[in-house]
């Protein structure tokens, strides 16, 4: 008999937080429930889309608050709602301060630490610290995406979009219901949107007081954009100590030059001169996210070095800001350096991938000496010194993010936030277990078993082989609301998450052994895991699964034709079908050209031959399992017509198939009634054919 919760909105609460709410003016119209009481303490999707999301959590400069924005989704109206919240960092205790009929967002304190700013409407906002006095800063036609004072606070950048090519209404006013595009040359679209305009660099002058309403376009007539898209945001940009410099990141190619390289750099504008000096000149990798020292004297940065490979080492280097001598801080340091953040003058923190969890590490710069402060299962996300502590966000597969203090010395943390613990402990999750296996060529891999709530080790379960996208992004401790270990586990399965060839936490060998191999050894990895799982007396080994997405989609696409029989049922969301057409109709090149090895028309390219004769769609033939196939229309990244291909193609084999359509989504489903259909139908599609009637 299935257990069910009480209908609710996708919001709640912070029971955790003060009641004091101080900037209420057109107050939004809803309201949140005081208290959330569940018929069951197994997780279903409509408490997945109930968790509060914590974001932009930014320290005071004195270190005695942060402020961070928790946003809710509401399930009737398929809209998420952000509100501002600040925390004593002494004693966790936190306040609500902003409760309009907008969305706060992108808050930070003003560099003096009076104020908080942020976004609302599109224009830049201050407030009091207690929510109080709240008043506009920007009155920039359009609207604003981000914004960074200068340290003097005589200065501010702000980010605007721009249009610089002719659109077909202003080539051919006469037709003002034209929807067409015209394109001339590549790199057209980008993962979810078309690249019909450019975020510029707006510099400003701040007076308190007068509002902004018009600022000087550094990067005028510029046919590219900063920060870098698609995830770039105020963390690629930053000022120099003396507000006299306004350092960027920027690729300054257009076309098929962008499509076909990662070649990022640092720019800095001189202010005093109007110029743009080329900072990582000749660094021929992804450079971006510079920090700049307390002393102003050095400014670090993540760094990778081979042009066209976005998965390539993040190193971690340093800039002498006086001489422009750069040095790399993590040579024969195996992992990544990511989420920079000074100390003083002589620490860098930073997040690290080990073994499939995201730890805190520091950098002591005289000695070059890095240190490893935290060991968990977790995942930290961010992390920021403050005086002999540090406060950072962390997640797991068990539990959503949350804001912690974390002693360096013991690696010990505290919880502050606690936005989610009213539904958390109304919760049981299934035990998260490291499992240690030998691979088919004598190599030891660290695998994920997810357990369902309530587990009975003298009962059989359904298991599901989750393989993971990327190629290369990490199976650590994340916390998902679309590939939710947990939410899997709660519909009654065993989850086997293998830590396959071609991911990182495990060296680079390791990591890169994937490219140009889609088909080759991280494929027996996964059989590997799901062969050794079900060697356990509680897996029944007639009733598995096989799930993935993006890359994880390739591999059920490919499975699916390889896998004798093992599997009963497949989910493939917005995976690769065809590498032919993928190489054809994806837009970042370097990334085709990087993972497949090259073209199709190199005929005397072995490695690209071998990668496009193992595509999956050359083996339906051998499909004998009936499949779901999810994709969204706006995918760039993999076209939607994949999906449709191997729907299609699956039909015709006379193999039972079902395809969920979704017209608004992307490479992600990110709306609230989209993401809870999303996970009905996977868990429909799996109880069909892997539960008894």
Request: charged share 25%; glycine share 8%.
């Amino acid at each position: 008999m299935k257990k069910t919760i009480l209908p609710i909105l996708c919001i709640l609460s912070l029971t955790a937080c003060n009641d004091k709410t101080a900037n209420t003016t057109g107050s939004k119209s809803y309201k949140t429930p005081a208290d959330l009481k569940l018929e069951s303490d197994v997780m279903t999707p409509e408490v997945l889309w109930s968790f509060g999301r914590i974001s932009n959590v930014q320290v005071s400069p004195d270190g005695s608050k942060a402020v961070y924005a928790v946003t809710y989704f509401n399930k009737e109206e398929d809209k998420g709602y952000t509100d501002l919240y600040v925390m004593n960092l002494a004693d966790g205790e936190s306040t609500q301060i902003t409760n309009t009929a907008a969305n706060e967002g992108e808050p930070n304190w003003t560099p003096d630490g009076k104020y908080i700013s942020y976004l609302m409407d599109g224009q830049l906002w201050e407030m009091d610290p207690d929510g109080k006095n709240p008043r506009q800063i920007t009155q920039i036609e359009g609207g604003i995406n981000g914004y960074v004072y200068a340290p003097d606070m005589k200065k501010i950048v702000y980010l605007k979009d721009v249009q610089l090519e002719p659109t077909i209404k202003d080539l051919h006013p006469d037709l003002p219901k034209a929807q067409a595009r015209i394109i001339n040359d590549q790199f057209y679209r980008h993962w979810n949107d078309w690249v019909e305009g450019y975020t510029h660099l707006f510099l400003a002058d701040y007076t308190p007081g007068k509002p902004i309403t018009a600022g000087k376009d550094i990067m005028a007539g510029e046919r590219w954009e900063s920060p870098v898209r698609p995830w770039g945001g105020v963390e690629q940009l930053a000022w120099t100590k003396d507000s006299k410099q306004f350092i960027y990141t920027c690729r300054k190619k257009v076309g098929i030059d962008y499509a076909l390289s990662t070649n990022t750099d640092l720019y800095a504008y001189q202010l005093e001169s109007g110029k743009t000096i080329n900072l990582t000149e000749g660094m021929m990798g992804y450079d971006k996210n510079p920090v700049i020292s307390p002393n102003g004297k050095f400014m670090a940065w993540e760094s990778m070095e081979r042009e066209g490979y976005e998965a390539d080492k993040i190193r971690l280097f340093i800039m002498n800001m006086e001489t422009g001598e750069k040095q790399d801080y993590t040579q024969g340091f195996d992992q990544n350096a990511e989420g920079l953040a000074w100390g003083d003058d002589n620490t860098i923190w930073f997040i690290s991938d080990w073994h499939a969890t995201d730890e805190i590490y520091s950098l002591d710069i005289p000695s070059r000496k890095i240190t490893k402060h935290t060991d968990g299962i977790h995942n930290y996300t961010s992390v920021t010194p403050v005086g002999d502590m540090l406060i950072a966000t962390k997640v797991s597969m068990s539990k959503p993010e949350e804001i912690y203090r974390v002693d360096p010395k013991t690696g010990k943390d505290v919880e502050l936030s606690f936005v989610n613990k009213h539904i958390l402990d109304q919760l049981t999750m299934g035990k998260v277990e490291k499992r240690w296996m030998k691979t088919t060529d004598n190599k030891d891999m660290l695998v994920w078993m997810i357990y369902p709530p309530h587990f009975d080790a003298s009962k059989k379960y359904p298991a599901l082989l989750y393989c993971e996208g990327g190629p290369q992004s990490t199976v650590s401790q994340f916390w998902s609301y679309r590939w939710n270990f947990q939410q899997m586990a709660a519909n009654g399965y065993i989850i086997v998450a293998p830590n396959r060839r071609g991911l990182p936490g495990f060296g680079q060998e390791w990591l890169e052994q994937i490219s140009g191999d889609y088909s080759g050894q991280n494929i027996q990895d996964y059989l590997t895991a799901i062969d050794e799982a079900k060697k356990e007396p509680y897996i029944d080994a007639d009733r598995l699964g096989c799930v993935g997405a993006s890359y994880g989609g390739y591999s059920v696409y490919y499975l699916a034709g390889h896998h004798d029989k093992r599997f009963k049922a497949f989910i493939a969301h917005c995976g690769i079908f065809d590498l032919k057409m993928q190489y054809f109709t994806t837009e970042e090149m370097w990334f085709a050209n990087w993972d497949m090895g090259g073209a199709p028309w190199e005929k005397n390219n072995k490695v690209a031959q071998r990668t496009f004769a193992n595509s999956p769609d050359m083996f339906v033939g051998n499909w004998d399992t009936p499949i779901l196939v999810i994709h969204g229309q706006k995918d760039f990244r993999i076209d939607v017509s994949q999906g449709m291909a191997a729907f299609n193609a699956a039909r015709m084999r006379g193999i039972p198939a079902q395809f969920l359509y979704f017209p608004n989504e992307c490479h992600w489903v990110t709306g609230c009634q989209d993401g809870i259909l999303w996970q009905r139908t996977f868990k429909a599609w799996l109880d069909k054919w892997l539960k008894d009637n």
